[in-house]
Each structure stands twice: as structure tokens, then as C-alpha cells.
């Protein structure tokens, strides 16, 4: 779930449950009232207590942190039997009052959905962009826009140059410009590209002369066609145009053993944006280049033990760095030098001492032609997600990262049904339309560390981390719902597309991404078998009832808290089950063949029937904790005893108010902790 969905599900929930938990402030004005006039009875003193005791923990969920904080302290000040003083009553009511004003505002936008994996990197595609039309051909400009929406772009129209000078000083992120509109040739491309010079701006002209070309591209236009072009034309060169200029972070590995040589590399290099790793001792370089897989590598010829020439044929040796630009920076710029540096795979060279603007110059044009070859083997020129190659490259990726940290990764094999039908119906064209839009609603239908990939012809592929594989089938359903409703014109006709699609789970259907892939392939086929139009996932021998399992039991009587936490922890592929009060926790997670079992174990302290702390207590007698990794959440941190006691038998302890990320991330980590006995 992205970090928008997730906010707006907790805004939800709160309009939902405000009511009930306003309940619970009345609840506390009605102590205030009575413990002012002298008339609280123990009863409702305790009511008044517990109703403080959940308000802290859910407001301060939905982001009210203040609310949250002044909750506690009128729980602290209703705890105990000691008569309650006219200056501790005063002091509630001034407190309910201000958590009541506080309750009236929206909740807070602290909220945050999990945070995907350090290690995983989003595909990069086009989408959600502007696009600025700038000519007379209305015919064009509606062909243009229907072709566009394939890749997410809106396409914006100016019949003038000053309309659009006018839009221009809005968002736009690509220009179409017609140079036939009598106010808008080569002095208007020249113009816009002084004032907006990182804006790619594709040239359109009646004639293909070279020397407009030549001046189209002296003035800063990314691409020039001759008319009459289609669509499909001015998105392939449009797609390139916006991911090249992408804002990536690129990454240079400088070698040298001159340290003070280095930082001024690094400064020198501010201008180009990117990250520059050091390293002064040449025998660390292939550690340092697996750590950070640079875009550029810098190296000095002359270092002790290991010179850059030398290195440089290492690199060159290896298949993972053989293709990686290497520039060499050297004092001794002779022939037969610069020859054996090139001999040796030297891609370019920078004389010391180094001059800043030749280095930036340099440096900026091997990275952008980098970029650009890189972009031709990642990103699939027509539909603008993950080419096969590089699809198979992630995937790699992300099952180690997934053997390490012990995730699932599900792993989907989607076909489009009968597409061989469209293509000899409505030609190729309209194939590529119908290809382009499925790779646009895939790639909105899941997340950004998901990965999306044409697999080839009209398969695709989609990877989720941390995903099970009932998740996976619930988002690629709604994939399919989306395309479904989609309706392509052609030729006088309409037609609608499915696709089939099958589901596998690492590491329960294989041990590695080709396994996984193999088992989703036979769920594929399963779904045609069964009609199409459809996702299947793997089919399972049943479990036996005594195995039931899940990953997550909420142990917790807030409903409100639980929906949160719940919706949470299923977006990020957990299974979960909540249970409301202690007796019906010990029923169901203790003895000696429970009836459920569960990774990880969220037990809040205050419970009613069994406290949280009984629960926990079973949990312990019959060994529970030895498999299950308890994580206790209480209102204030225990006194030193009884924290003693909970580090032995627990994986960690959550004082409320939490946020979702917080207790999303302890989750996370007890289910990559490795198993270890505790104490009973």
C-alpha cells in the first residue's frame, strides 16, 4: 500500500470510529464532574481509567500526538485508590477539555505505510507527466492525448506562443513543438530553452533538411521529425526524453591514494549531482564496487601495490564490471601512456592537474550517454516497465535480500488472453496501444518497491516483496477489474482485453526466483485451463486444522486500534488474526497444541477477563514464547522488576502512543529474528 492509500484508509477509519471514540472523552468528562464534586466512585473510576488508557494508545495512532500525551496523564491521574485532591480534579477536567479541542482537528498526517526495504530500488517508467502540445492540428493533438494516456501523460494545448509561454510557467515535463506556427520557430526554441534548459523539447517541421536539424539541435531540442508523424513515433522519443532526464542520483568510486586529491574531486563534482565514494587503497576497489555499484569509475594510474592500469584489466576480467565506464586521471599524458590506458579499457582520460569545468564536462557526458545505454537494456522501449533482462536481474536481487531477512516474494506469470486475436484484427498498432495500457495499470496497481517486467510478446511478470501470495491474487484482481473496464477503439470497433494470470509464494513454492517462477508459469496454465479472465494462485495441500497459522495475533480489545494496526500489517503481506480479550487469547494461542500458532504475538498489557500480563504469564508455562516472539505494549514503561521479567520472556516492549511505522518496523524485525529458546 503506498503512503497516500495507507493515510487515506487511517482518515477513513477515523471518520468512522470518531464517534465511538468520543464516547470515551464524555466517559472522562463525566469522572471530571464527579470527582470534582467529591462523587467518583471506584467503579467509574476505574471505567474512567481504562477509557484514558485506550484513547492514549488510538489517538496517538492517528497522529493526535498532544491529545495522546494529555490522555496519559489523566490516566495517571486516576490510577490508585488515593482520594483524588481538588487540584488533581481541576487538573482533569482542564485535561478532557483540551483533548476534546484537540479531537476536533483532522488527524494528524504523521501516518506513514511500511517502509519498503533499504535494498530494493523502484523500476524507473513514465507516468503522471505533463506533456505541452504546441500547434494548430487539432486532429494531431486528440490522437497525441489518446496515446499518451498508454503512458500515464496528460497532454496540455497551446495554439499560440504566448499561450504558451503562459502554461510554461507551470509544471511541464515534455514539449511537442510545431515549428510551422508562425510565431513559434527557432527563435521560440531557443527562448524556452534558456529559460527552461532541462525541459526536452521535440521538434516538429514539414521539411527534413539537415541544417534545420543541425540548428533544432544547437538550440536544445531532443529530437526533430518530419511531418506528418505519428503518435506512436513521438512516444517512443518522448519516453526516452523524460526517463534520460530523470533526477537519478548517479554514483563515481574515485581511486587514488592522494586523500587530499579525492575531496577536491568531491567538490569539484557538486555540480553534476552525484554521490562520490573515495577510496584511497586500490585492493578494496572490487569490495567497494559490489557495495555500491557505481555508475562511473575514477582511477589514478600511478598507486602503490596495484596501479589503475592494472586495475582497470581486473575490471575489465570481470563480467560484472566489464561494461562499466572507467575514466583515468593521470599526471604523465604522453602517447604511449594515453595508448596503454586505452589497451588497457580506459573509456576516457582527464589530465592532472584536473581542471573543474573539463572534469564536470566529462564526467556529465559519460554518465548521460551511461544513463541512456542503460535505459535501452532496463526499461522496454514500447511499454515503458522492466525489459526481461533486467526483471531477471532484480528478481535475483531480491531473493537474496529475502533469504537474508527471511520474506516471502510473491512472483506473478500474467498472459493476455487471445492476443493474437487483436493483432490480426485491428493490426499492430492497436496491439501496441492495448500492450502499453496493460503495462500502465500494472504498474499503478502495485507498489514502488514491486516489480513489473515484460517478459516477452504479451507476458508480463510482477515480483512483490514481502508479499504472501493471497495479497498478490487481491492486487492483480484489481489489476484485471481496471482492465476490463478499459474499452480501445479501432477501425469503427470496440473491444475489450483480459489477461490470465498465476500466483507463487517464496520460499513455500520454491527455493529460488526460477523455481517460483515455474510454479506460478503451472498456476498460469491452470488459469487458462479454467476459462481465463482469471488469477490462480498455487494450489496447496490443505493444512490440518491443528497447524493452523497465521503471522500477526493482535491481542487488543480497541477495535479501532486493531483496524489500524490490521490494515497496516496486511499491506505489507502479513497475515493476521485479532483476538478482543485475555480469555479468548489463552484459548486459542496456549496449551499444549494450541489452536493457533503464531510468528510473532502483539499483546496489549491491559486486557479484560485475563490481563495482558496472565496472557503472557500461559504463554511462558507452556513454551509458547520458545517459538512465538511476544511483543508487549503498555501505557507507561515498567518499573525495573517487572521490565526485567518482560526482557526474558518477550522480543520487545512498545510503550503507547506508537505509530504504525514503528510497530510495523518491531514486526519486521522479530520475523527476521533468528529463533532462540527463552527461559519458561
Known sequence: ??????????????????????????????????????????????????????????????????????????????????????????????????????????????????????????????????????????????????????????????????EARTMLTGPIDAVILDLTLPDAGFTFLERLHAARPTIPVIVLSDNDEFQDRVEAARLGGSGFLQKPVRPSQLIDLLRDSLVATADDVATIVAVDDDAELLAMIQALLQPVGARVVTVTDPLRVLNVLVEHAPDLVMLDVDMPGLNGIELCRVLRNDPRWSALPVLFLTARSEPANVLRMFEAGADDFVAKPVLGPELVARVRNRLERTRMLRLAADVDSLTGVATRRRGIEVLERIFRLAQRQRQPISVAAIDLDHFKQVNDRFGHLVGDMVLRRVATILSACFRGEDIVARWGGEEFIVAMYSARCAFAAKRLTEALDKLRAEVFEASGATHSVTFSAGVAEFPTDGSDWTAVYRAADDALSHAKAQGRDRVVCVEREPTAPAESSVDVVLVDDDAVLVEVLERALQSSGYRTLSVRDGTSAMEVLTGASPRVRARVIILDGGLPGHDGFAVLRALTRDGITRRSRVVMITTAKPDPEVQHALDLVTFAHIEKPFTVDELTGVVRAAMDAPHTSSPA
Open 1 to 162: 500500500m503506498s503512503d497516500d492509500s495507507l493515510r487515506a484508509a487511517v482518515r477513513a477509519i477515523w471518520e468512522r470510529s470518531r464517534d465511538a471514540i468520543m464516547q470515551r472523552v464524555v466517559a472522562l468528562e463525566d469522572a471530571s464532574r464527579a470527582a470534582t464534586n467529591g462523587e467518583l466512585a471506584p467503579e467509574m473510576r476505574r471505567d474512567a481509567q481504562r477509557e484514558a488508557h485506550k484513547l492514549a494508545g488510538a489517538v496517538g495512532t492517528f497522529g493526535f500526538w498532544e491529545a495522546s500525551a494529555l490522555a496519559k496523564e489523566a490516566e495517571a491521574i486516576l490510577e490508585g485508590d488515593d482520594t483524588i485532591t481538588p487540584t488533581n480534579a481541576l487538573r482533569l477536567s482542564n485535561l478532557t477539555a483540551s483533548i476534546r479541542q484537540q479531537l476536533s482537528d483532522e488527524p494528524g498526517r504523521e501516518q506513514d505505510a511500511p517502509i519498503a526495504p533499504e535494498s530494493l530500488e523502484t523500476i524507473v517508467s513514465v507516468g503522471h507527466g505533463k506533456l505541452l502540445v504546441i500547434g494548430t492540428d487539432v486532429d494531431f493533438r486528440e490522437r497525441m492525448a489518446i496515446e499518451a494516456r498508454s503512458l500515464g501523460v496528460e497532454v496540455l494545448a497551446a495554439r499560440s506562443a504566448a
